[in-house]
């Protein structure tokens, strides 16, 4: 067991998570920290036009979104940027996306509701890895649109992968007793904005390339022996 957000996450412990299916425990006190600046913001963004709460996104920021709309905006922000080609990407690709992405947020900068946490700490732990297209981006904001097929999974829609099988996330949260996250403020901007995919990724192939060195020169050092 890993006890994250209470000190920074090592790439052994990473390795551990992602690539021995070590299991995640959140810090309490880093989840009441989360908790506080979620409701600071829901304080804060009173009457006020903050981007990506009340208003639009990008060249469309300038338009004002109706309070009573602030929870369908986030929610179309996630599905419009669900697209994306190609094949799956492996469970253990996913898993690294999933640990990055808890990892920043446990942070406790990005104001979103708790329940986004513990649903991806339940994501990891009972292995429910979303279904994520090796290909698709929009740039300079990140990896738009694999975090977004993260944050599908996360409000209870699209498909994941359990057990080598896939199935609609609906029906997985049916069978392990788990509710989607509560949209309240940002939550849609505030999981998908971000490079946590390329970060998880990048991670697991920084881990497997030191592996291949250390075997490649385990493998020299034999060969030597042998032709002694």
């Not at 990473?14 to 600071?40: G, Q, R």
């Not at 469309?60 to 599905?79: C, F, G, P, T, W």
């Not at 995919?197 to 050092?221: D, E, F, P, W, Y």
């Amino acid at each position: 067991m890993v006890i994250l957000g209470k000190e920074a996450l090592s790439v052994s412990e990473f390795e551990a998570i992602v690539l021995n299916n070590e299991n995640v425990e959140i810090d309490p006190v880093a989840l009441k920290n989360c908790t506080d600046s979620h409701d600071f913001l829901i304080k804060f963004s009173e009457n006020k036009i903050i981007y990506g709460i009340n208003t639009g996104f990008g060249p469309m920021a300038q338009y004002r979104v109706d309070d009573s709309q602030r929870k369908e905006l986030q929610l179309n922000l996630i599905r419009s940027h669900c697209t994306g080609s190609g094949g799956l990407l492996p469970d253990s690709l996913v898993r690294g996306i999933l640990l990055s992405r808890l990892n920043t947020l446990l942070l406790g900068y990005s104001g979103v509701h708790p329940s986004v946490i513990n649903l991806l700490a339940e994501f990891i732990n009972k292995g429910i890895y979303p279904n994520i297209r090796e290909h698709g981006s929009v740039g300079a904001s990140g990896d738009l649109v694999q975090l977004a097929q993260v944050a599908l999974a996360l409000i209870g829609e699209g498909k994941c992968n359990v057990n080598d099988s896939i199935c609609n996330t609906d029906e997985v949260f049916v069978a392990n007793n788990l509710k989607p996250i509560e949209i309240v403020a940002r939550e849609g901007l505030a999981i998908i904005n971000g490079t946590a995919a390329m970060t998880g990724i990048g991670l697991v192939n920084n881990i497997r390339a030191r592996q291949l060195v250390k075997l490649a020169v385990m493998a020299s050092c034999l060969i030597n022996e042998i032709v002694n």
